[in-house]
């Protein structure tokens, strides 16, 4: 599995580093390390258990070792404490000197021609928009807008079951860091074996390049967060904030994974 790649890579930046504080939104999740540095992560509600059994522990982690509970990313039970290690994953990214996204035009710095097949895991709406006037075809997989049947962009929705039929023909894939929660980062790769570039996008973005390496992916554009506004990050992920209204506390980044 690819995310033990990654959650190798990390153990350095979470050696002897603990949780010091845990805030579980209904759409983002937000953890602190002693270190001072906040991670966040995205909640997939769609699959989660009913009644209280999603994460009835959750108060423990507090305390925890930061290496431990990011292994939650791959052994936890369900897509809630995958996200608790996911948010840990990034935390703990901010060990490393990673480059601001500060790429013009294209998302990402992508190379686009008239074309391209492009294929989107995870719909991000303002990033279709600027992608889709620029190539051919631009396919769109969205679990959680497919079964809710309302999106702003259904027109560019596929059914989930095409995923391994349209995947390989794509020229570029844009994959949400979400990926690397709901478990499905594996199976997707192997899909685009014809992407001259494969992209994971988001906040979920595990930032640690060092385990991506011999992965078909070729960037990460992830997210960082002021760590002085902690109170308020976690104040409007407790009261169901999704990364829009969190975005004045953002820091976007994006590498290159050689």
Known sequence: MIMEKVLAAAKPYLAGKTVRDLVIG?????????????GVSYVLRDDLPSGCAAFPNAPAVIGQSAA???????????????????????????????????????????ELRP???????????????????????????????????HCAAMDLLCPMEKQ??????????????????????????EMC???REVVMVGPSTPMFPAGWKGSR???????????????EIFKLISLAGGVQS????MRKKCVAVL
Do not use: H
């Open 68 to 110: 431990e509970v990011a292994s939650l990313v791959v052994t936890g039970e369900n897509d809630l404490q995958r996200a608790v290690g996911s948010a840990v994953l990034a935390a703990g990214s901010r060990g490393q000197e990673l480059p601001d996204d500060n790429t013009a035009g294209t998302p990402f710095g992508l």
């Open 164 to 189: 391994p039929e349209l995947l390989p023909k794509c020229d570029l894939v844009l994959l949400s860091g979400t990926t690397t929660i709901n478990g499905t980062i594996d199976a997707l790769l």
């Open 115 to 149: 074309d391209d097949t492009v294929g989107m895991v995870g719909m991000i709406k303002p990033v279709a928009d600027q992608i889709a006037p620029l190539v051919k075809e631009l396919f769109v997989f969205d679990k959680g807008k497919c079964k809710a049947r």
């Open 26 to 38: 209904i759409t983002l999740v937000g953890c602190q390390l002693d270190s001072g540095d906040v």
């Open 217 to 231: 992916i070729t960037r990460l554009a992830g997210s960082w967060w002021d760590n002085d506004r902690k109170e």
């Open 246 to 249: 969190l975005a004045s506390y």
């Open 193 to 195: 074996e014809k992407a």
